[in-house]
């Protein structure tokens, strides 16, 4: 069962870099449809893998786990595997690969950028 604090955490990471994604997916539309596409198919695919990564890294800290490190690595290369898959089928299906890297990327950015506002914020 996810508790209340990682999931809050999810949603509020997910909210901010919808927006980020709103304001980006802009730019994209005017590139085209294809790169449309991408962009969108790359973000899917960032918010899927930020999900697994909080949902797994909760079920470490929350279980007495015997190999922790051993299941984060396991974890790990499970999802790496799965984007792999999924960003290489994606790529020979002809969708734009720097568009679907940006669109994978809008996560990461967006929380940085949060943290960063958040930092000016505070101090």
Not at 4 to 29: A, D, G, P, R
Not at 74 to 100: D, Y
């Amino acid at each position: 069962m996810v508790d209340e604090f990682i999931f809050s955490f999810i949603l509020t990471k997910l909210k901010f870099s919808f927006y980020v994604f709103l304001l980006l997916i802009i730019l994209v539309f005017v590139l085209g449809n294809k790169m449309f596409l991408s962009y969108t198919l790359g973000y899917l695919i960032g918010v899927a893998n930020f999900i697994v990564l909080s949902l797994s890294t909760n079920y470490i800290i929350k279980k007495e786990i015997k190999y922790p490190k051993l299941t984060q690595f396991l974890f790990f290369t499970l999802r790496i595997f799965v984007v792999s898959l999924i960003l290489a089928e994606a790529v020979s299906k002809g969708h734009n690969v720097f568009t679907l890297f940006l669109g994978f990327m809008v996560l990461n950015i967006s929380i940085k950028l949060s943290a960063y506002l958040e930092c000016r914020r505070e101090g």
